[in-house]
């Protein structure tokens, strides 16, 4: 039976032979039980080059890795095609510290002065959805070149995706097939973790073990580091198994400015600083003032933020049922 095809999208897509990805990790990665705690300067050093496809599990308003992204930014990273599945102000950030070159968008928050990178030509942005690109992560977790779905059809999205379209053979209707995507590395801020990579993700998620499980390298922050022993308690517990992890980072308030659910609220006022960037003078005065003149995280929350601050964020985070 030939396969009908109805459609091609027009994107180019970041793509990696399913063989190639399970060879990676076949050689690449182990199961042994290392320890793998190290500062957020080692980690990126060590695993994200210039080039690579970067993928996040999750935000500026909650739960995502800015104390990575800004070591990105710090170390001046080049040529990086980011996963924007939900992004707000990471794309931007990025693309002030001249780390981005493309982004496969979801979402794509903070407008002007991202829409002038983008319409500069500076930054390409590739139309997905939030959806599409979950399902394209879940091949890649799988292990297959594509995923079939009902996502993008009928839509303009899908002519400003990679996503193709056939005829389905078994009901002899339209179906879009989506490529898996294996992000190079993927950055994930949770509430814990050991040393070894087992981690714990309290409150709602996107995809976040799909991500790990669908990227050559991962970079964890994690608010608390905790003992082994905690998660063999309740192994259920455990969202990113230790094995699929090449580093940990100990980052409190590794979020923020965002929030991490039952550890502290966002910033809503720093946020706001950030959303009114509109120039490239606004951008490189506030890159300089809080990520390139501090030399770590730690440095960054004792000059920049301060402690009462923090403190504050903290006492906003009422909600702690479930969440610990």
Known sequence: MQIEILSKGEAEFHFIDPDDFREFV??????????????????????????????????????????????????????????AKFTLLESALLAGGGCVEKIDVGFLGFGEYIARKVESGEVKVYDWSNGSITYRLLAGAMGIPFIPARDLLGTDTF?????????????????????????????????????????????????????????????????????????????????????????????????????????????????MKVSSIKTEEEMQKYLEEYVYSVDSHEEFLEKRVGMKKLKELVRKAEILEGFR
């Not at 050689?27 to 994200?48: G, H, Y």
């Not at 999750?58 to 800015?66: A, D, E, I, N």
């Not at 078994?170 to 949770?190: E, G, R, S």
């Not at 192994?235 to 980052?251: G, K, Q």
């Open 26 to 83: 076949r050689d690449k990665k182990t199961r042994d039980w290392k320890d793998k705690l190290m500062d957020e300067k080692e980690a990126i050093k060590k695993f994200v080059k210039d080039g690579d496809y970067l993928a996040y599990d999750f935000s500026s308003l909650t739960r995502g890795p800015q104390s990575l992204i800004r070591e990105v930014i710090r170390q001046r990273k080049k040529k990086l095609w980011i996963c």
């Open 159 to 271: 002519k400003k995706s990679g996503a193709i379209a056939i005829r389905d053979p078994f009901t002899n209707k339209p179906v879009a097939l989506l490529p898996a995507l294996n992000p190079d590395v993927a950055l994930i801020h949770v509430q814990e973790a050991d040393i070894y990579g087992n981690a714990r993700v309290y409150g709602p998620t996107v995809a976040t073990l799909e991500t790990a499980m669908a990227s050559k390298r991962v970079i964890i922050s994690a608010e608390r580091i905790v003992e082994t022993i905690e998660f063999r308690k309740e192994p259920n517990m455990t969202i990113i198994p230790y094995y699929l992890v090449d580093a940990v980072v100990h980052a409190p308030f590794g979020a923020y400015p965002g929030g991490t659910q039952g550890y502290y609220e966002m910033d809503a006022e720093h946020y």
